[in-house]
Each structure stands twice: as C-alpha cells, then as structure tokens.
C-alpha cells in the first residue's frame, strides 16, 4: 500500500489528472458496454480531466481530440435520451 501511495504523493499536477481521467475513461468503457447511459457522463469527466491535463502540460492536440470526444458524448446522450422517449 505504502508504494501505490508514494507513487501518488510524488506525482505532477498533471499527471494526476491523467490518472483520474483514465480511471473515469476506462469506468465510462465499462459503463458503457454494460448500456448505462451514466458511461457518458463518466467519459465526459475523463475528457474534462484529458482538457486540463491538456492545458497544463501545452499539448494542445490532446485538449483539442478531447474537446471532440466531449461534443462527441453530449450527441451519445442526445441520442440515447431521444430514443428513450420515442414509442415502441
């Protein structure tokens, strides 16, 4: 336990927000493959982290592709929601 907390505690601001967006990335995979619409809010969640990790480190091809990603998501929602509603 004491390396998995030495290996946080030692971390750069930004790779910590790489690590919590990977944890909501691969949750929102698993989400997702289950057909909970909650995946698209947890990917949305990593993406935002991919955004700021993106900001603070200067690649802006990252925050870019996770600005699309996010937009990307809000349709999944859009959609899933829309067909929630239509009569069967």
Known sequence: MKVIWNFFLYMSLAD????????????????LARKKVSGFLSN???????IAQGIIVGTYSLWVLSIILTSINLYGVYNWRKNERRPT
């Open 44 to 50: 949305g969640v990593g993406n935002i982290c991919y």
């Open 16 to 31: 910590a927000v790489g690590w919590i967006g990977n944890i909501f990335f691969v949750l929102g995979g698993i989400l």
